[in-house]
């Protein structure tokens, strides 16, 4: 009768052991899927900021600095001539094609005077892909009588999601300037 109760208890024990393994197991394969996500999701952060970056700078070209030095004209948000937002924001600039997307939609969030020149924010959205950026341009002003455009900075936040509460976040920056030192990355 105690060899029974011996190899109950043994079997119990064996048991256990193999189950402590296998959750061991599970936990470190669960742990490897979230970094792979997390992995990924940052992979495709970066690509939107960058793709962002790259759609801010074609816009830019595209709609062909109107101030003539090409650097963006903060009194014209939308690069259109005139301001379709008539200072009230968010509004829609419209849409370009770039990065072999036909229908990237922009939107202006905003311009706010920061005293030596203009912040300016736009927003594209990449709908085919899933994907967006938050784009921050920063125009400074020379801070003589003609004021003249001296530098314009871009600063891309790209996001793994547009919808989602917990996407990953990449930033990406270009400084237009003739002069280096008054970039500020």
Request: with cysteine.
């Amino acid at each position: 009768m105690n060899q029974q109760g011996v190899t109950l208890l043994l079997a119990i024990i064996f048991l256990t052991i193999a189950l402590s393994i296998t959750l061991g197991i599970f936990h470190v394969v669960l742990v490897q899927f979230e970094l792979n996500r997390n992995a990924k999701d940052s992979h495709i952060a970066f690509f939107a900021g960058d793709t962002g970056l790259e759609c801010a700078l074609y816009y830019l070209n595209a709609q062909g600095a109107p101030d003539g030095h090409g650097y963006w004209n903060p009194s014209d948000v939308c690069l259109a001539g005139s301001d379709p937002c008539g200072g009230v924001y968010p509004c829609v600039c419209g849409q370009i094609a770039c990065v072999d997307d036909p229908s990237v939609d922009v939107r202006a969030l905003g311009r706010v005077s920061t005293g030596v020149g203009y912040e300016t924010t736009l927003e594209f959205d990449f709908a085919s892909d899933g994907l967006c950026s938050l784009v921050r341009i920063v125009t400074k002003l020379d801070g003589n009588p003609g004021d003249e455009y001296i530098k314009t900075e871009i600063e891309s936040a790209g996001k793994s999601s547009c919808s989602s509460s917990e996407a990953v976040n990449r930033t990406v920056a270009a400084c237009i300037t003739s002069d280096p030192t008054q970039c500020s990355f």
